[in-house]
Each structure stands twice: as structure tokens, then as C-alpha cells.
């Protein structure tokens, strides 16, 4: 079905380029527009520049500047307030997971991610982000 996510614009910012290159080919299998950095900071720093995608796909534990911290940047500012985000990790834990949840992601996938869980997981994050909402 082209018309659930038809061409989305997604970010996955991930320092595993192995991961970040498997949900990078998933997303294009959903029909999104993907795009990966290896680093919160290389990310922000595209944000800054005026770009923006639809949806972010935030691993927690990465180097220098963490997943959580992105999320918590994103959420600080009016900008990217309401950008629906989704957290990856290799950490299941219920408290990791509100964590999280807390900071402002709207959909929390564990590795090793599968397609359905990547589309389950889209379809809420844009859910709770339907304008009007």
C-alpha cells in the first residue's frame, strides 16, 4: 500500500552504520525518502540548515550527544516540537523505555528492528502527530 507513508521524507540517525543502513533499505520497502547520519550532531546541524524531515528514527546510544538529548533538544523548540519521533535501541528496559517516553519519543522499537515493527511503529508516531491533534 504506496499510500501509507507515499514518499515520506525520515531521518534514522544512527553511529551503527550497519543498523542504520538495514532500516535505511526498510523504509525505502515502506516507500519512504530516508536518510541516515551517523551522529545526533551531524543531524542537528542539517535541522539548522533548514532542513526538515517528516519523522525521526533516534537510536539512544550514540556517542558525544544521545539519542535522549536529541529528542529533549527537539522538543525544547517550537520548530520541531510536534516532529514525530521514534526511538531504536538495543536497550529493552521498561524504564529506558519511559525514559524515552517521557522526553517525547511517540513510538520506542528494539533491536533488531522487523518491517512490521518499523511500519507499527510509523503508523503511530504520525498518529499522534495528524494535524488538528
Not at 551503527?16 to 547520519?37: G, H, I, P, R
Not at 514525530?84 to 538495543?90: E, G
Amino acid at each position: 500500500d504506496q499510500g501509507t507513508f507515499g514518499m515520506k521524507e525520515i531521518w534514522i540517525i544512527d553511529d551503527d552504520e550497519e543498523m542504520a543502513k538495514a532500516v535505511t533499505l526498510m523504509l525505502k520497502l515502506l516507500n519512504c525518502d530516508a536518510t541516515a547520519f551517523l551522529s545526533a550532531r551531524s543531524a542537528v546541524q542539517s535541522l539548522l540548515n533548514g532542513k526538515k524531515p517528516e519523522l525521526m528514527i533516534v537510536d539512544m546510544n550514540m556517542p558525544e550527544v544521545s539519542g535522549l538529548d536529541l529528542i529533549e533538544f527537539l522538543r525544547r523548540r517550537s520548530v520541531w516540537k510536534n516532529l514525530p519521533v521514534i526511538v531504536l535501541s538495543s536497550e529493552a528496559a521498561d524504564t529506558i523505555v519511559e525514559e524515552a517516553m517521557s522526553a517525547g519519543a511517540d513510538a520506542y522499537v528494539t533491536k533488531p528492528v522487523t518491517l512490521e515493527e518499523l511500519e507499527e511503529a510509523l503508523q503511530v508516531a504520525f498518529a499522534k502527530h495528524v494535524v488538528g491533534n
